[in-house]
């Protein structure tokens, strides 16, 4: 089969490589649509010891079983395999699992590919009115919606849900999307990039802005940088929340002493559980997460110039959508 494979850093070529496998309970895949994640951008600019080269990246996909009792059911795939048997997975918190395992991270190859092999478990079945490339938004989306929801049940009764999202990528624009379909208020995104406002500008019902003076009950950092934590900081209100999901870098621009002074909650949000994943997906079939559209869709056989442009910051739209076969 093909794939696109992350050999060293800033470079990723679309070549051959041996035929996915499916161990036992587990369906082959024939991906039809595959997103660029920042996850990914991570791997591909050498910031990411998790995923050593060579390595097929990605893990936000949909695409059709091949084969067996499912054959030619559409699905979307949670990446994230879980034991099943742990305290966290019994409690329904399969992301802390001990021993969990995404693809795109080793020992499981990703989805930068024609094909994967993934357990029946972690297939969402897909109806035929909602198109590949955005079933494929739903990991993505869960992990927005999981932070979201962190955020909204941390929050103390008497505030309102106004929010404020740092970052208008996909991760961004998801989390204001799902609080809005939550039941927040107004929720504003400060994006920096004039390119990526613009291209925002009326998407999603939310505000897009360069930057904000306001404060706000929930703040949620999509993005993970020192200025970006440092920024939260400053415009959480006292009492409020903070929901930190960006993986930017590990240290620096939490306000500790305001923090602590003024009762500020901080809430570390990773991936989702695989119930945050199925609500997730049902948001997206029956359109509260909106029309979708956010999207850029190319060839896999193109992801390294897709790679290459979003590392110059030369793509508008918050996801690019890879198909393998086209």
Not at 38 to 64: N, Q, T
Not at 117 to 139: G, I, K, W
Not at 185 to 200: F, K, M, Q, T, W
Request: charged content about 20%; aromatic content about 6%.
């Amino acid at each position: 089969m093909k794939a696109l494979v992350y050999e060293g850093v800033e470079q990723v070529a679309f070549r051959d490589v041996p035929d996915a496998s499916p161990r036992e309970g587990e369906h082959l895949i024939r991906i039809e649509a595959v997103g660029i994640c920042g996850s990914d951008m991570h791997a591909y600019l050498g910031h990411d010891a998790r995923r050593p080269a060579p390595l097929i990246l990605g893990h936000e996909a949909a695409g059709v079983i091949t084969g067996g009792s499912r054959d030619g059911a559409r699905v979307t795939i949670n990446p994230l395999v879980s034991c099943g048997a742990c305290t966290a997975c019994s409690e329904g918190r399969e992301n802390l699992c001990p021993d969990r395992q995404i693809i795109s991270m080793p020992p499981r190859e990703g989805a930068f590919a024609q094909y994967v092999a993934m357990p029946e478990t972690n297939l969402v079945t897909v109806p035929d009115h909602v198109s590949f490339a955005r079933a494929a938004l739903a990991e993505p989306l869960a992990v927005s919606w999981h932070a979201a929801r962190l955020g909204l049940e941390a929050l103390h009764p008497g505030m309102d849900k106004t929010a404020l999202v740092i970052g208008g990528g996909a991760i961004g624009v998801a989390a204001a999307l799902a609080l809005m379909a939550m039941g927040s208020g107004d929720v504003v995104i400060v994006e920096p990039s004039e390119l990526r406002r613009n291209y925002l500008q009326g998407v999603g019902g939310f505000n897009v802005a360069a930057e904000t003076e306001d404060t706000f009950p929930l703040v949620v950092d999509a993005v993970g940088f020192a200025a970006t934590r440092a920024l939260a900081s400053a415009r959480v209100q006292p009492g409020g929340v903070i929901a930190h999901v960006g993986l930017g870098e590990d240290t620096r621009g939490l306000d500790i002493r305001r923090m602590t002074l003024q009762e500020i909650t901080f809430v570390g949000t990773y991936t989702y559980t695989a119930e945050d994943f199925r609500q997730t997906a049902r948001a997206i079939f029956d359109g509260r997460l909106g029309r979708l559209d956010w999207i850029e869709e190319r060839a896999l056989s193109d992801g390294a110039e897709a790679f290459r442009d979003l590392r110059k910051g030369a793509v508008a739209a918050p996801k690019i959508i890879l198909a393998p076969w086209v």
